[in-house]
């Protein structure tokens, strides 16, 4: 089995920061990327940020040059440092996980999620 720890969300005031982290444990074998994506209220999920076992990253153009998501192989953890927050950027936030022995049988873990609010 694979556990998740997310840690980080809560409410913060528009243009406020907050970090979230998210810890992998259990079965886990080759972690190739690590991710974190948002769902709001009435809205699909979608992708905020992703970053690779070699440090390449994404991120969606809504959240580029606002959130940064790096992560620490050595602790199997990814973290996501979002700045200059706005009341859109309210959501479940999930991390997810990566893994597989190859490119073409990884599968992809999904943490439960932590709520963000971003309200005055």
């Known amino acids: 089995q694979v556990q998740f720890v997310e840690s980080g969300g809560g409410l913060v005031q528009p243009g406020g920061s907050l970090r979230l982290s998210c810890a992998v444990s259990?079965?886990?074998?080759?972690?190739?990327?690590m991710g974190w994506y948002r769902q709001a209220p009435g809205k699909q999920r979608e992708l905020v940020a992703r970053?690779?076992?070699?440090?390449?990253?994404n991120y969606s153009d809504s959240v580029k040059g606002r959130f940064t998501i790096s992560r620490d192989n050595a602790k199997n953890t990814v973290y996501l440092q979002m700045n200059s927050l706005q009341p859109e950027d309210t959501a479940v936030y999930s991390c997810?996980?990566?893994?597989?022995?190859?490119?073409?049988?990884?599968?992809?873990?999904w943490g439960q999620g932590t709520q963000v609010t971003v309200s005055s």
């Open positions: 970053i690779t076992n070699v440090g390449r990253t």
């Open positions: 259990g079965s886990i074998f080759n972690i190739y990327a």
């Open positions: 997810n996980s990566d893994m597989g022995p190859t490119l073409a049988t990884m599968t992809r873990y």
